[in-house]
């Protein structure tokens, strides 16, 4: 079965620091740009970061500049996004994605109907 997981989520208070997972099973995510995108109560899915399949083109939204790091380890099939100086409104549903375009995944920030999707994990920054 091909699925993405997400992992490293939970409750972490203002100025902390998470760092998510997305691992992926029954494919390779060395052929994939992959995303993470974030959604929270009542509002719109929004891009946060992108990544490309060899690691050299990576895109992060301007809410999240500076404070936010998207990494792949292709050995280990995983994309980490480590965030850190954690704020209220980054408190969302975070997902990650693996597309094979990249000009759909990190510059138009939407997927095609092709993409892989993870189930989302949460994140909670309240003190």
């Known amino acids: 079965q091909l699925q993405l997981v997400e992992s490293g989520g939970g409750l972490v208070q203002p100025g902390g620091s998470l760092r998510l997972s997305c691992a992926a099973s029954g494919f390779t995510l060395d052929g994939y740009a992959i995303g993470w995108f974030r959604q929270a109560p009542g509002k719109e899915r929004q891009g946060v970061s992108c990544?490309?399949?060899?690691?050299?083109?990576?895109n992060y939204a301007d809410s999240v500049k500076g404070r936010f790091t998207i990494s792949r380890d292709n050995a280990k099939n995983t994309v980490y996004l480590q965030m850190n100086s954690l704020k209220s409104d980054d408190t969302a549903v975070y997902y990650c994605?693996?597309?094979?375009?990249?000009?759909?995944?990190?510059?138009?920030?939407?997927?095609?109907?092709?993409?892989?999707w993870g189930q989302g994990t949460q994140v909670t920054v309240s003190s």
């Open positions: 994605a693996a597309e094979v375009s990249y000009q759909a995944m990190c510059v138009m920030w939407s997927p095609t109907t092709r993409a892989y």
């Open positions: 990544i490309s399949r060899s690691g050299g083109s990576i």
